[in-house]
């Protein structure tokens, strides 16, 4: 046998190229594990020309460390085929390892069939030496090297397997095990050479096919490495882009999240906008549907918010919502979810277990912004009006249930305000109704659709009409004419009022002005005044201005307020009714007996007349405890000198008995109703005077 010698440089390059195929096909493993589509079979097929002439070329270093007494050459055929093998159990290998599980049995399959290919592999490069007579393998050696590759193989498919997702400290765990894979590789192929016997006298089949075998180690060691380095490379730069792309990814989904939270939330409080709350109300009626349960939406309004906008700017406006906002959400529970729907609108939504639960919600609502509010050292007052709506029961979707909250919302807001108040169908209609009849009372004025009715006021002892009350009324294109009870709330409500009343003020006093000129110069005219009217700075001065421009007296003319009205604020009332009294104005506080009037500010008012209410007069002869109302009251009057006048007269017992007992004054539907200024003066000239039963 010829004893085979080998160069030890090339011995260790061949170990070299082996490591670092091995090297590279771990991260390739992790490449195409990571990679998705048309990418991930590229890096396969990519990964698998640099695996497969990687374990090649170090195959065929290794031969070409070896060496005969004999020249060697190499068969360009099997060579070829050789590589061919290489190439198609790594891309076998690597499809294996990127599989989504590796079981057992599947690994065993795979480590025999790539190891069975790596031997093979060898053998047929062997084969290339076309060896005569033929290379004689010991089969103990043979059958080692085979099991090595087997082996080898199992290792190696086990551990790219494992290592294929991205883990800690990912590259030192890569190198260690391309170190053991690639001595395995090593190992099977000098077990394999180790194997081989060459009888004395063989010849070399392929030597002097004119292959240089020093240049081409250097040839296919230079390639190899290129190979390889390029794939590690490109691998590298792979995942470099990969993570920055994962950084993007990672930052875009970050902003659409934002955009998401924008979209759904209101800028300055941070709250649920429309859009959630509308969500949330679904996920609400699905829940409540389900676990049959009960919840409640409550609107909810401030009060008095566009005042302190008014006079603080929009700066501190924001700031109060702000404050508001944050109030809500510490006072509600976690679950419960409070939006903002824009100007100083909120919603919240709870669960409860009985309809009656809400109240107990809503009036907490009413107390905890009830509260002084400090915004940059400024307090600050508001109030809340709450609408509730509860869920099953006052609508069937989100909106229904919102139109409802928003309903009753309006009717809080009507009663004063500062108060909390259930949905009830009837509410629908009428906030409709109400929207248009807001809408056309603006336009009432210009179009000049009021009207002013007269009420004969009376000497009680005598009969004779001594002046007359100014009722107004809205000759409404369609709605026919619209007693003052339908409309004077709204327009206090928004403020019309004032236009309405300097209106109804001018108007009165022209007439009254006409019938002096006629001869009635002994008539005087009332005017009735409202809260806000009263409460307008201008309205001493436009007294002032509408007695001057019909060159009218002022005692002439009686402002009748209500004893509410004038105790609302006594101090305020003094102030404005001494400079009315001032002026010679008479004044008349009307509907007495209904509010709480304190004697001792009654005795410093500067009013002229009482006018008890007319639900004294109505129970007259059938409560005696009126009777005695009544009587307390005339005797009050008379103690404090004021004149009593007794209104809703309507019949002769009433006029009678009101007569005897010492009133002044006589008003109601018995001696005259409301009527035109013509219908009035033509009864004033009857026989009979106004005494029309
Ligand atoms: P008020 O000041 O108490 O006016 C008296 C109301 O009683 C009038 O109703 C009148 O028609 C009614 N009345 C008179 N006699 C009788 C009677 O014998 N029996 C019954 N049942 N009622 C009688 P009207 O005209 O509907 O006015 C209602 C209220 O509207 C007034 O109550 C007053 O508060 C307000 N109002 C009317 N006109 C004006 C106005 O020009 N300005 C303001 N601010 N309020 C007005
Ligand atoms: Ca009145
Ligand atoms: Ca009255």
Known sequence: MYVGSYN???????????????????????????????????????????????????????????????????????????????VASAVFALWLVCQERLPWRRLSAGALLMGVGVAGMHYTGMAALRMAPGIQYQPALFALSVLIAIGASGCALWIAFK??????HARTLRAAAALVMGGAIVGMHYTGMAAAQFPLGSVCGAAGSGVDSNWLAIVIIIVTLAVIAIALVTSVLDLRMEARTSV???????????????????????????????????????????????????????????????????HIGDRLLMEVAARIRVNVRGQDTVARLGGDEFVLVTQVEEPADAATIASKLVRII??????????????????????????????????????????AKSSGRNTYCYFEASMNQDVQG?????????????RDELILEYQPKFHAASGEVVGAEALVRWNHPRRGMVQPAAFIPLAEKTGLIIQIGEWVLDEACRQMKCWHEAGHTDWS???????????????????????????????????????????????????????????GVKISIDDFGTGYSSLMYLKRLPATELKIDRGFVRELERDSEDAAIVSA???????????????????????????????????????GRPMSAEGFIEAAMAPRGLRVA
């Open 434 to 446: 109400q929207v248009e009849l807001l809408r056309d009372l603006r336009h009432a004025l210009i």
């Open 525 to 583: 005219m009332a005017v009735n005044l409202s809260l806000q009217q009263f409460n307008h700075a201008g309205l001493v001065q436009v007294v002032r201005n509408t007695l001057a421009r019909h060159g009218l007296q002022a005692g002439s003319l009686t402002l009748e307020i209500t004893e509410t009205t004038a105790m609302r604020d006594v101090e305020a009332t003094l102030a404005t009714l001494g400079q009315l009294h001032g002026m």
């Open 163 to 168: 290592l294929r997702h991205a883990v800690r």
């Open 248 to 314: 993007l990814a990672s930052s875009l989904a970050h902003a659409n999240q934002e955009l998401a939270y924008l979209a759904l939330h209101d800028n300055l409080t941070k709250l649920p906008n429309r859009l959630l709350l509308e969500d949330r109300l679904q996920q609400a009626i699905h829940t409540s549907t389900r676990e049959r349960t009960c919840f409640a939406v409550m609107f909810m309004d401030l009060d008095g918010f566009k005042a302190v906008n008014d006079a603080y700017g929009h």
């Open 8 to 86: 030890v440089a090339l011995v260790l390059c061949s170990l070299a190229v082996a490591v670092l195929a091995a090297y590279a096909a771990l991260d390739m493993a992790g490449r195409i594990g990571s990679a998705r589509g048309p990418a991930a079979r590229w890096w396969l097929a990519g990964g698998a020309c640099a695996i497969g002439l990687g374990i090649w070329s170090m195959h065929f270093v290794g031969m070409l460390a070896f060496s005969l007494p004999i020249p060697l050459g190499y068969d360009v055929g099997l060579t070829s085929l050789s590589l061919f093998i290489g």
């Open 370 to 411: 009830e509260d002084e509010f400090e915004v940059e050292g400024q307090p600050l007052h508001v109030s809340a009006s709450v609408g509730i709506a509860v869920y099953p029961g006052n609508g069937t979707d989100q909106h229904e249930l919102l139109a409802n909250a928003d309903a009753a919302m309006y009717f």
């Open 633 to 671: 009251i005339v005797a009050l009057g008379q103690t404090l000198n004021l004149r009593i006048v007794a209104e809703g007269v309507e019949t002769r017992e009433q006029q009678e008995f009101l007569t005897r007992l010492g009133c002044d004054s006589l008003q109601g539907f018995l001696l």
